[in-house]
């Protein structure tokens, strides 16, 4: 165990985030930290990492546990070219690199052999070794390079990156130092989809454990094992990847919606007896027995469900079959970003814009929608082409002076205030929220705002450039919906893998000064990708640690050789501990489904004190059936690999 929580609680003034939390952290675990903006997600990983403090409960490290802790937002950077603050905020490795020259400079100065110091040299080098320091080096330029930095940008000052890249080596700087425990807030966010395929490819083969928030679907499947969900103030988990959590949630959410509606059915009853004959003297004790089940029915959980938003695709006014044609198209600012573009648009397109950050997205579709002219080339739009267009630098369409209600006013002038108040219902604006300054909204109640300023306008052509870089899982999946029942023309950039699957039908690659179309579908896209991305952490791991050395390379075949050994009697012991599990879940299974089957029954819906006692019973069960899920993964992932033996 590298750490365990007990009994966590965080407030904000009168406001309580979560109380009450309490699990333990373990190596290999794989953890997806999920929940709706705002349920406390990052506090809970900012405490974790020990960034601040909780209002109450525990959280106990295991000795010489190295963390590493990625925030969404770094206000301070290390100085020095890129190459440099990466290596000397690597952790422990650039601290025992420091010792290290120290101690020689020590033994040099004395000038005869210190005992004391030669020890201390010696257990320091035996631990930049085993961190593979001594290629600290040319390990941090194999890392920065998967994440998209080029040769050249290693001996630029780091000050001179934008945000983005800056956050891209703090992350280089994180998995160079080979921490026991990964925590990422939103890794993704900055990444283009080359460096978050690396990424994925790193996380896999990483031996530590890691707790990521995400939203990003795709990428959480391929890289966690479990999910726990922050909702309502609590913890639950989940065994498997993302998936599997949203289909197993789906079916938890039906069965809650069910047994709500039997208990709301049951709390009526006992509702319209009461006011029927609380004036009875005769039934007086009837009453005050029903009085007291209403109390009792008070303690079942009920269904909370989490507010979601209700997106619906704009008015699409006909177009021309030709909505946008570019001839010659060339665009230089300090340089030159493309040039030669030509390409045709068509009326329901959907096209995805693919390519690394900085090559040009952003600027081919601010000349789409008409923000920018090209250097050189034409730009023509075609008859009756109606504009929709979402920029990355979302806050930078909006008026921050103006209310959020005032925004959307002005956009349909002719609708009263009572239709835009429910309009911006359906994006989770309600109450006094519609008269919140447009200045002091987080970054998803600007996406959230922005997206319906958009669509509350006929279009014909959408241009949305990251529309999900602030939204949540669940609120990414509503645009998704959406943006599939438009009828109009689509073009979009983003880096959600899941986005552009479902979505785009034509591929655009931004690349060294070109746009092209891509030939094959975006699966097949991102399979090139993965090719490449694999093949550098191939490299990369080639070149790590102390496996240059002639020394650590004997290690290394040694223990394979130890481990071909140990291969069949490892499968046998592992095969009879998930034996083990599953004799285990099965009479747990089978009791929570008949527990189901009594959730149906009017009898057991007009007990009261049963039905709570098998909600208790219900949820001790799929507490310990899903610890024994996680037990069952983490077991299966030390199944060793059969060889062309079979062995």
Not at 115 to 127: H, P
Not at 378 to 403: H, M, P
Not at 588 to 599: A, H, T
Not at 620 to 632: G, K, V
Request: aromatic share 6%.
């Amino acid at each position: 165990m590298l750490l365990s929580v007990n009994g966590l609680a965080l407030e904000f003034g009168a406001d309580e985030i979560f109380s009450g939390l309490s699990f333990n952290i373990n190596a290999g675990d794989r953890v997806a930290l999920v929940g709706v903006n705002g349920a406390g997600k990052t506090s809970l990983l900012r405490i974790i990492a020990g960034e601040i403090e909780p209002s109450a409960g525990s959280v106990n490290r295991s000795g010489g546990l190295r963390t590493g802790y990625l925030p969404q937002q770094i206000s301070r950077f290390p100085s020095g070219t890129l190459l440099e603050a990466v290596c000397s905020a690597s952790g422990e490795t650039a601290d025992d690199l420091e010792l290290e020259a120290e101690l020689h400079r020590q033994l040099e100065q004395d000038g005869r052999m210190n005992s004391e110091v030669a020890r201390k040299l010696s257990a320091v080098q035996d631990r930049i070794l085993s961190a593979g320091g001594y290629n600290l080096e040319s390990r941090a330029r194999a890392v920065l390079t998967g994440l998209g930095f080029t040769a050249e940008d290693f001996g630029k000052s780091l000050e001179d990156f934008s945000g983005g890249w800056k956050m891209r080596a703090m992350l280089g700087t994180i998995l160079l130092g080979n921490p026991d425990l990964i925590l990422l807030d939103e890794p993704t966010n900055h990444l283009d989809l080359d460096a978050r395929l690396w990424l994925e490819e790193f996380l896999r083969r990483f031996r530590g454990a890691a707790w990521i928030i995400s939203h990003d679907p795709a990428f959480l499947d391929r890289v966690i094992n479990r999910v726990t969900e922050l909702e309502f103030g609590s913890l639950r988990f989940w065994g498997g990847n993302y998936s599997f959590f949203v289909q197993e949630k789906l079916k938890h959410n039906e069965l809650l919606e069910k047994q709500a509606k039997k208990v709301e059915e049951e709390r009526e009853r006992h509702e319209r007896f009461i006011r029927k004959f609380k004036a009875t003297e005769s039934k007086r004790f009837q009453v005050r027995s029903r009085e007291k089940m209403l109390e009792r029915l008070e303690a079942v959980a009920t269904y909370r469900s989490p507010k979601r938003m209700v997106i619906k695709p704009p008015e699409v006014p006909r177009s021309g079959d030709m909505v946008l044609d570019l001839k010659g198209v060339s665009k230089d600012y300090d340089h030159t970003v493309f040039s030669g573009v030509d390409l045709e648009i068509h009326r329901a397109d959907r096209i995805g814009i693919v390519g690394r950050n900085g090559g040009g997205k952003s600027t081919l579709s601010r000349l789409f929608a008409g923000i920018e002219e090209p250097t050189e080339g034409t730009v023509r739009r075609g008859t009756g082409v109606k504009i929709g267009y979402y920029s990355q630098e979302v806050d930078l369409q909006l008026d921050g002076s103006k209310t959020v209600l005032r925004h959307i006013h002005d956009l349909v002038p002719g609708r009263s205030e009572k239709e835009v108040r429910s309009y911006l219902g359906r994006y989770l604006f309600t109450g006094d929220d519609v008269m919140k300054p447009v200045s002091v909204l987080s970054g998803g109640e600007t996406s959230r705002l922005a997206l319906a300023g958009i669509l509350i306008k006929p279009s014909n052509l959408l241009i949305l450039d990251e529309p999900t870089n602030h939204l949540d899982i669940f609120s990414r999946d509503v645009l998704q919906e959406a943006l599939l029942a438009y009828k109009g023309t689509l073009v979009l950039i983003s880096h959600d893998e899941k986005l552009l699957a479902s979505l785009s039908e034509k591929l655009l690659v931004v690349k060294n000064g070109s746009v092209k179309p891509f030939a094959g579908s975006f699966g097949e896209y991102v399979e090139k990708l993965r090719q490449t991305a694999d093949n550098q952490l191939g490299v990369r791991q080639q070149t790590s640690g102390g496996e240059t050395s002639r020394e650590a390379e004997k290690e290394r075949k040694r223990k394979e050789a130890a481990a071909r050994n140990k291969a069949y009697r490892k499968r046998r012991e592992v095969e009879k501990r998930l034996e083990q599990i599953e004799s285990k879940m099965r009479p747990l299974e089978k009791r929570r489904e008949e527990i189901e089957e009594l959730f149906s029954d009017h009898e057991v819906i007009s007990n009261t004190s049963k039905l709570v006692e098998l909600q208790k019973e219900h949820s001790c069960l799929s507490n310990s059936l899903t610890e024994l899920e996680n037990q069952w993964v983490l077991i299966t992932e030390e199944m060793p690999e059969s060889d062309e033996s079979g062995n």
